[in-house]
């Protein structure tokens, strides 16, 4: 479901290409510093992208160093963290937890089981530290379950709940903005849904799999993100990130409309070229 927030790195300065390594690092090694080694595989840049808006959102004070690590062992590298880079690491684990229960689940993966059994102990101390997000979490991704046990073809249901979900994950803190964060994030996480279940479409055809895509014709599926992204930008635009006082807003905007298209767009083009060559044939 995740891996769809990401920068189009062919479109970025050298400055924000930095900026964005740096973000990654930091998240790496407060993953490694609060969850250990394991901790560290479940690295996201999805996460990121949450570090960086949140970041500039609450205009919050960056903590940079410098330092050596397995995956960099010979030239130290930079990373920055902020307050928000705990909780990023903290959610991302969580969600990786679950993620590995759902593909125990859905293939009797041994390795996923094993990933689970190793992060559970980590899981059970987040849903300490966040008890109602948690539990609203592992709510959201009950009702999705059972959503997809039954076989509901109305996109917008499980949609919905996924976008209920990437609402709580975007909004820090009960404040003054929980509402405004919580909205961007539904309307968020409902375009990554639908995206998402566009481009897994064909193989969960072959598969027989759940896809709530399944009786819809591809060809609407432009018009329909289209109108989702339309929401969650203007959604975005209530944030109002300053440039002057958010010198990652182009950095957020570069994922945002850029970066989160790539794997469509991708899976578009490798559409495009099968169907060429089934008519080629044919003639």
Not at 44 to 50: C, I, K, R
Request: aromatic share 12%.
């Amino acid at each position: 479901m995740f891996g769809y927030a990401v920068a189009n790195i062919d479109k970025l300065t050298d400055e924000e290409m930095e900026q964005y390594r740096s973000c990654y690092c930091g998240l790496c090694k407060a993953l490694r510093e609060r969850h250990g080694i394991a901790g560290r595989f479940t690295l996201t840049y999805d996460m990121t992208f949450l570090v960086l808006l949140l970041t500039a959102f609450y205009k919050m004070d960056k903590r940079e160093g410098k330092e050596r690590c397995l995956p960099h062992p010979l030239k130290p590298h930079r990373y920055w963290v902020s307050e928000i880079t705990g909780y990023a690491a903290d959610m991302n684990l969580f969600l990786a937890y679950h993620n590995l229960l759902d593909n125990w689940q859905d293939d009797q993966s041994l390795f996923s089981l094993w990933g689970a059994k190793l992060l559970a102990h980590k899981a059970d101390l987040i849903r300490k530290r966040y008890p109602r997000k948690c539990a609203a979490f592992e709510a959201y991704l009950e009702d999705l379950a059972a959503m997809e046990k039954r076989g509901e073809m109305n996109p917008d249901l499980p949609a919905n709940c996924f976008g209920n979900l990437m609402g709580e994950i975007i909004f820090f803190k009960e404040d003054q903005y929980s509402n405004l964060l919580k909205a961007f994030g539904s309307s968020l996480g409902k375009f990554i849904y639908i995206m998402d279940a566009a481009v897994d479409l064909k193989d969960d055809l072959k598969k027989e799999s759940y896809n709530p895509l399944t009786t819809r014709s591809s060809e609407d599926f432009d018009e329909i993100l289209f109108l989702l992204m339309g929401d969650c930008a203007e959604k975005y635009k209530q944030l109002k990130l300053d440039p002057d006082l958010s010198p990652d807003k182009g950095l957020i905007e570069n994922i945002l409309y850029s970066g989160i298209w790539t794997r469509y767009q991708a899976t578009e083009k490798n559409r495009q070229r099968s169907t060429a060559k089934v008519d080629t044939r044919s003639l």
